[in-house]
C-alpha cells in the first residue's frame, strides 16, 4: 500500500480550524436534521399514518393495533430501547433511516404495510423491503475492502431490459426500496436513467457511488428522473487516506463534490464509512462526523470490513473493543441530544446482534452483476438467479437460514 504522510496540522491543531481550511472551501452546509417539538410534531403525524395503514391492511381493529404495538416494539428494540430524537428532512419528507423510505410517501405506506403484515404472519408472499443490486462491473477505482473485486471491470453480461426486468420482478414481490451499485453505477448512467424512467412507481431509488463523475449536470438530470438518494462512500476524513483507501487520487475530492451536487439538487445524502482496524478511534469518529455535519449530510453509514473479495483472506474483522468503540459512536450520536445537528447513524452490526441479519432475504438481498442474488454483499454463496425461476419461492426459501451468526465480535462467514 502507498505510504502517506499525514500533515501534522491535521492531527494537532483543532477539528473545527482544520475543517475550515482543509475540507471545508464554501461556509459549512445547513444541518438537514429537526428535532424537538418539530420531530414531535412529524412523529405523531407518522404513527397516525402507520395506524391507517394497519386498519386498511387488516381491516380489523383490534388486528391493526396489535400489529402496530408489535411494530413499535421491534423498532424500540432494534434501538436497544432509545427513542429517535431526530428526523432528516429533505425535500419535504421525512427519513428516520436511509433504509426506509421518506415519509410521507407511497412507498413508505408500501413499506409499512409489507413489515405489519410480515409481524403478523398473514402476508401471502414473502415481501423484502430492499435490494441492493449492482448493475456493472465497471469501476476505475482499487478499494482496500471491494466485495466485488473478482468481477470487476470484466464483460457486462445484463442488458438494461435484464436490469429492469430484475427490478420488476422484485417490485412484484413487494419491494420499497432499490439501490444500485456496482462496480461504480454512473458507468451507466443512461441505463440509470432508463431504468429511473421505466421504474413501477411506489419504491424509491437510491444510488450507492464512490462519487466519481457525479456531475452537477448528472445530480439534476438524476432528480428530474426522481433519483431519492445517494450514498458516498468515504473512508477516512482525510483526504490522503481516503484515496489510498480507494486506490484513486483525488477520490475525496469527487466524494465532497458528489455530496454538493445531490445536496443542492434536494437528493437525499448518506455517507458510508468502511470501519476499519486502523480507523477506529474515538478522534477518528469524532472527526468523521464533524465533517459528515458540515457536509450537511443526513446519514452515516458504518460498515464492519469482511474478508471477502479484495480482503480474501486478511485478517481484518473487529475485535470486541472496536465494536464497543462503534455501539457507543452510534449510541452517542443517535440518542444524545448534544449532538441533534449531527447526521443519524446507521449501523447494521449493532441491529445485527440484537434481532438477527437484516439480510438473506429478511429485510433485504444481494443481487449481483450476473443477476445472482446473495444473502448480502458480503456473503460470496450465489442462492438463485433473479432471472430464472419463482423470485418469491427463492426468497422464501432463502429466509429460512441467513449466512452468519451475529456474536460480539465480527461475524465470520
Ligand atoms: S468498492 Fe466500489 S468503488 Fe471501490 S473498487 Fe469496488 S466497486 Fe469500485
Same mark, same amino acid.
Given at each position: 500500500?502507498?505510504?502517506?504522510?499525514?500533515?501534522?496540522?491535521?492531527?494537532?491543531?483543532?477539528?473545527?480550524?482544520?475543517?475550515?481550511?482543509?475540507?471545508?472551501?464554501?461556509?459549512?452546509?445547513?444541518?438537514?436534521?429537526?428535532?424537538?417539538?418539530?420531530?414531535?410534531?412529524?412523529?405523531?403525524?407518522?404513527?397516525?399514518?402507520?395506524?391507517?395503514?394497519?386498519?386498511?391492511?387488516?381491516?380489523?381493529?383490534?388486528?391493526?393495533?396489535?400489529?402496530?404495538?408489535?411494530?413499535?416494539?421491534?423498532?424500540? *428494540?432494534?434501538?436497544?430501547?432509545?427513542?429517535?430524537?431526530?428526523?432528516?428532512?429533505?425535500?419535504?419528507?421525512?427519513?428516520?433511516?436511509?433504509?426506509?423510505?421518506?415519509?410521507?410517501?407511497?412507498?413508505?405506506?408500501?413499506?409499512?404495510?409489507?413489515?405489519?403484515?410480515?409481524?403478523?404472519?398473514?402476508?401471502?408472499?414473502?415481501? @423484502?423491503?430492499?435490494?441492493?443490486?449492482?448493475?456493472?462491473?465497471?469501476?476505475?477505482?482499487?478499494?482496500?475492502?471491494?466485495?466485488?473485486?473478482?468481477? @470487476?471491470?470484466?464483460?457486462?453480461?445484463?442488458? !438494461?431490459?435484464?436490469?429492469?426486468?430484475?427490478?420488476?420482478?422484485?417490485?412484484?414481490?413487494?419491494?420499497?426500496?432499490?439501490?444500485?451499485?456496482?462496480?461504480?453505477?454512473?458507468?451507466?448512467?443512461?441505463?440509470?436513467?432508463?431504468?429511473?424512467?421505466?421504474?413501477?412507481?411506489?419504491?424509491?431509488?437510491?444510488?450507492?457511488?464512490?462519487?466519481?463523475?457525479?456531475?452537477?449536470?448528472?445530480?439534476?438530470?438524476?432528480?428530474?428522473?426522481?433519483?431519492?438518494?445517494?450514498?458516498?462512500?468515504?473512508?477516512?476524513?482525510?483526504?490522503?487516506?481516503?484515496?489510498?483507501?480507494?486506490? /484513486?487520487?483525488?477520490?475525496?475530492?469527487?466524494?465532497?463534490?458528489?455530496?454538493?451536487?445531490?445536496?443542492?439538487?434536494?437528493?437525499?445524502?448518506?455517507?458510508?464509512?468502511?470501519?476499519?482496524?486502523?480507523?477506529?478511534?474515538?478522534? *477518528?469518529?469524532?472527526?468523521?462526523?464533524? @465533517?459528515? /455535519?458540515?457536509?450537511?449530510?443526513?446519514?452515516?453509514?458504518?460498515?464492519?470490513?469482511?474478508?471477502?473479495?479484495?480482503?480474501?483472506?486478511?485478517?481484518?474483522?473487529?475485535?470486541?473493543?472496536?465494536?464497543?468503540?462503534?455501539?457507543?459512536?452510534?449510541?452517542?450520536?443517535?440518542?444524545?441530544?448534544?449532538?441533534?445537528?449531527?447526521?443519524?447513524?446507521?449501523?447494521?452490526?449493532?441491529?445485527?446482534?440484537?434481532?438477527?441479519?437484516?439480510?438473506?432475504?429478511?429485510?433485504?438481498?444481494?443481487?449481483?452483476?450476473?443477476?445472482?442474488?446473495?444473502?448480502?454483499?458480503?456473503?460470496? !454463496?450465489?442462492?438463485?438467479?433473479?432471472?430464472?425461476?419463482?423470485?418469491?419461492?427463492?426468497? !422464501?426459501?432463502?429466509?429460512?437460514?441467513?449466512?452468519?451468526?451475529?456474536?460480539?465480535?465480527?461475524?465470520?462467514?
Amino acid at each position: 500500500m502507498q505510504t502517506i504522510t499525514v500533515p501534522e496540522k491535521l492531527i494537532t491543531n483543532s477539528i473545527a480550524e482544520n475543517f475550515k481550511d482543509v475540507y471545508t472551501p464554501h461556509a459549512a452546509m445547513p444541518s438537514p436534521m429537526v428535532w424537538g417539538m418539530h420531530k414531535k410534531i412529524i412523529k405523531v403525524g407518522i404513527w397516525l399514518n402507520i395506524i391507517a395503514v394497519a386498519l386498511y391492511v387488516f381491516k380489523n381493529p383490534v388486528k391493526a393495533f396489535k400489529a402496530t404495538a408489535k411494530l413499535s416494539g421491534l423498532r424500540d *428494540n432494534l434501538r436497544d430501547n432509545h427513542p429517535i430524537i431526530k428526523y432528516a428532512r429533505v425535500n419535504g419528507k421525512y427519513y428516520y433511516t436511509f433504509n426506509a423510505p421518506g415519509w410521507p410517501s407511497k412507498a413508505f405506506n408500501k413499506f409499512i404495510a409489507n413489515n405489519l403484515q410480515k409481524l403478523e404472519g398473514s402476508n401471502a408472499h414473502h415481501t @423484502l423491503d430492499t435490494i441492493l443490486f449492482g448493475i456493472t462491473k465497471k469501476c476505475g477505482y482499487q478499494c482496500e475492502h471491494c466485495f466485488e473485486w473478482e468481477a @470487476l471491470n470484466k464483460p457486462e453480461t445484463l442488458s !438494461r431490459e435484464n436490469l429492469l426486468s430484475v427490478i420488476h420482478l422484485f417490485q412484484h414481490a413487494g419491494i420499497a426500496q432499490v439501490q444500485l451499485s456496482g462496480g461504480e453505477p454512473l458507468n451507466r448512467f443512461d441505463d440509470i436513467i432508463y431504468i429511473l424512467k421505466k421504474i413501477k412507481p411506489g419504491t424509491e431509488v437510491w444510488l450507492y457511488t464512490s462519487g466519481y463523475h457525479f456531475t452537477e449536470e448528472r445530480a439534476a438530470l438524476l432528480k428530474q428522473h426522481c433519483l431519492t438518494g445517494i450514498t458516498v462512500s468515504l473512508d477516512h476524513w482525510i483526504p490522503e487516506l481516503h484515496d489510498a483507501f480507494r486506490g /484513486k487520487k483525488n477520490a475525496f475530492e469527487w466524494a465532497q463534490k458528489a455530496v454538493a451536487h445531490a445536496k443542492a439538487q434536494g437528493l437525499v445524502v448518506c455517507l458510508s464509512l468502511c470501519a476499519t482496524k486502523g480507523f477506529i478511534s474515538v478522534t *477518528n469518529l469524532g472527526q468523521y462526523a464533524e @465533517l459528515a /455535519k458540515s457536509w450537511g449530510v443526513s446519514f452515516i453509514q458504518l460498515l464492519e470490513p469482511r474478508a471477502v473479495g479484495h480482503y480474501a483472506d486478511k485478517d481484518v474483522y473487529l475485535n470486541k473493543e472496536q465494536i464497543s468503540l462503534l455501539e457507543n459512536f452510534y449510541t452517542e450520536y443517535n440518542f444524545n441530544a448534544a449532538y441533534n445537528e449531527y447526521p443519524s447513524i446507521v449501523y447494521h452490526g449493532f441491529y445485527s446482534r440484537r434481532l438477527g441479519c437484516g439480510g438473506a432475504g429478511n429485510h433485504y438481498v444481494y443481487i449481483d452483476t450476473d443477476g445472482d442474488v446473495h444473502n448480502c454483499p458480503f456473503c460470496q !454463496r450465489k442462492l438463485f438467479s433473479a432471472l430464472h425461476g419463482s423470485v418469491q419461492e427463492n426468497l !422464501r426459501l432463502m429466509a429460512q437460514g441467513s449466512c452468519s451468526v451475529y456474536t460480539n465480535s465480527s461475524p465470520k462467514i
